[in-house]
């Protein structure tokens, strides 16, 4: 504990130890609104869904799909939404508002996407572009993979044959 | 009904989501990796697809459908085809959503200039 | 001259006689936009990259403050600057077109105060007869290197801060009109273990504090002796850190006015800054912009301006490391006090 010892300005450097340090910055953090950005995210979340269930169904009934068939088109559709507000740099405000609400549906990923190879079309096309689209994504795409395999290989090695 | 569903589900997990950014500090990136895992062990013990079934576009558009189909995709190649389909049939449903956004991005970062 | 421990004294009195202040349009629409050069209307003020944009701030504050001068830019012997980015790029292109004797320093936020107390250094000690120091960010070249693509929907936590767009330089030189550097006391790297990159200010806080107790110590000052002492971007989070750890050292910081930079170039209320700004221009536009303009008419007589940098990488976060910060203090006066 540093005191001031007597004399004009003869003040110590500053003497906390790490440990103390991080509970008093800690107690001086301000608090995130969970229970907000829980709401927040909610509502966004679902809203997303429920567009991609309607923008579904309207590729069942005008394209005459079934609902397999029709989850592919439906992703690609959202993705180009998503695309297209990245575009318009308004997928980041409303990200701040709806936070994992508009990360973590699918139209999070192509944000993610969209925005690294924009970010990075300054440094060209090959180099920029094409070598940090995956900047972001890339994680999501190797545990996804390294997770499925790993569940495959259970399954071989347990003898189960699989859906 | 549909609907109500779909807005439900997908809206609660994207709130797990949020309770990882908030709770466990976790980065997006830590994030969704986690949410890809979660929803390839919940297809492996046949929990995701009735999800599907019960919530529709509420379970298919979350990131947790991308775990689901790249497992879902591994093993009905496993039953099709055997071991070698557990790495020839991950990408198969999956592709649209890659290709997809792959395309999209590119195309956009040709033609548009980040805003800030 | 060394006073204390880790203090230059400058017996010979170097002036600032002429600052140059560039900003982007978040600070344009801040409470100090009259006291700046230049407002730009355009983030990327219409250049090819974020990188080329910065790059034209750095130039264009340079320029102003050598006109605002009234010397030529050829009268400068040295100049000093450093920035956020990889290998300082904006400064060592800047450099490159000014045509100068340039020395090249990194110092993250720091960077205002450390370059301005070489240059001051340089000037007192008779190396130069005008240095010229100088520094810049960009909001967006800070985003991209450091955390993520400015496109990217990432949700910011309260505690995260604004990098501020923009440039700050300022010529010193031996004789002239205009306020004048006194003392600076060079900080050392303090680092109490947060790694959180989102909570900068408190990752600072330290440093600032040990800086500034160790400048009063060196040069036996209290903080009454100042009118105002100012942190380069601790923000709201690290500024309020900084008051209780003064209260807890029993420094009567009450004494004086004891603000922050990063708090004072945008209005935290209205604008989506979240804690605050931050950055190598935040400290460096606020003092030779809004400060200098204050010293000059007289509303302050004596300033402490304490810049503070965070000294880690995207790689050190990264690999699990904490953030090493610093702080550098440089006494600026009227010329008549």
């Known amino acids: 504990m540093a005191t001031r010892t007597a004399g004009r300005g003869k003040f110590k450097p500053m003497s906390m130890s790490s440990k103390e340090y991080k509970t008093f910055a800690k107690q001086r953090e301000p608090s995130r609104s969970v229970l907000g950005n829980c709401v927040r995210a909610f509502v966004t979340g679902g809203l997303i869904c429920v567009l991609g269930q309607a923008i579904q169904n309207g590729y069942m009934t005008w394209l005459k799909l079934s609902a397999t068939q029709a989850a592919g088109p439906t992703v690609a559709t959202l993705i180009f939404i998503s695309v297209l507000l990245t575009c318009f740099g308004v997928y980041d405000k409303i990200a701040q508002w709806a936070g994992a609400g508009s990360a973590v549906p699918v139209t999070g990923f192509a944000n993610s996407m969209c925005s690294a190879a924009l970010e990075h079309r300054a440094e060209g096309l090959v180099l920029g572009v094409g070598g940090n689209m995956f900047k972001l994504a890339g994680s999501v795409i190797v545990y996804g993979t390294v997770a499925a395999f790993v569940i495959g290989l259970i399954h071989v090695i347990f003898g189960i044959r699989g859906h | 009904m549909q609907y109500l569903w779909a807005f439900v589900v997908g809206g609660g997990i994207c709130v797990l989501g949020q309770l990882m950014f908030d709770v466990l500090k976790l980065t997006p990136a830590h994030t969704m990796s986690t949410l890809v895992v979660i929803g390839a062990i919940a297809d492996a013990l046949g929990w995701y697809e009735p999800l599907v079934e019960f919530a529709g576009a509420g379970a298919t558009v979350p990131i947790t459908s991308f775990g689901n189909a790249l497992v879902h995709g591994a093993l009905t190649e496993l039953h099709d085809t055997g071991p070698i389909g557990v790495i020839t049939g991950m990408f198969k449903v999956t592709s649209a959503g890659i290709s997809a956004a792959i395309i999209f991005s590119f195309l956009a970062a040709l033609v548009v200039r980040p805003k800030g | ?337």
């Open chain 3, 1 to 337: 001259m060394l006073r204390g421990k880790q203090t230059w004294w400058f017996e010979n009195r170097p002036v600032i006689i002429g600052t140059g202040t560039v900003v982007g349009p978040d600070e344009g629409a801040g409470p100090l936009a009259a006291d700046f050069d230049l407002v730009h209307a355009e983030l990327d003020l219409n250049q090819k990259s974020w990188e080329k944009a910065e790059r034209l701030l750095l130039e264009q504050a340079s320029d102003f403050a050598i006109k605002n001068a009234g010397i030529r830019k050829e009268q400068v012997q040295f100049y000093i600057g450093g920035d956020l980015l990889n290998q300082l790029i904006s400064n060592s292109f800047t450099a490159r077109d000014l045509g100068l004797p340039y020395i090249g320093v990194f110092g993250a936020c720091s960077t205002s105060m450390l370059s301005l107390a070489l240059a001051a250094q340089l000037v007192d000690s008779g190396a130069a007869q005008y240095a010229m120091a100088g520094t810049c960010s960009h909001n967006c070249t800070a985003e991209k290197q450091f955390r993520y693509p400015t496109e990217y929907g990432a949700q910011k936590p309260p505690t995260a801060q604004y990098t501020v767009t923009g440039a700050g330089a300022a010529v010193v030189a031996a004789s002239g009109s205009g306020p004048v550097i006194t003392c600076a006391t060079i900080g050392k790297i303090l680092d109490l273990g947060i790694s959180d990159p989102f909570n900068m200010g408190a990752a600072m806080a330290p440093a600032a504090v040990d800086t500034i107790q160790t400048h009063l110590s060196d040069t036996g000052r209290m903080p009454a002796d100042y009118d105002m002492i100012v942190t380069g971007d601790l923000a709201s989070v690290g500024h309020r850190i900084a008051v209780d750890l003064f209260a807890r050292d029993g420094v009567p910081m009450q004494d004086t006015v004891f603000g922050d930079c990063g708090l004072m170039i945008y209005d935290i209320e209205r604008q989506k800054v979240q804690a605050g700004g931050s950055g190598c221009a935040c400290s460096a536009v606020v003092t030779y912009g809004h400060l200098m303009k204050r010293l000059n008419r007289g509303e302050l007589k004596r300033i402490l301006v304490v810049a503070t940098g965070a000294l880690l990488s995207p790689l050190s976060y990264q690999q699990g490391e904490t953030i090493p910060c610093i702080a550098h203090a440089v006494a600026i006066e009227r010329g008549d006090v």
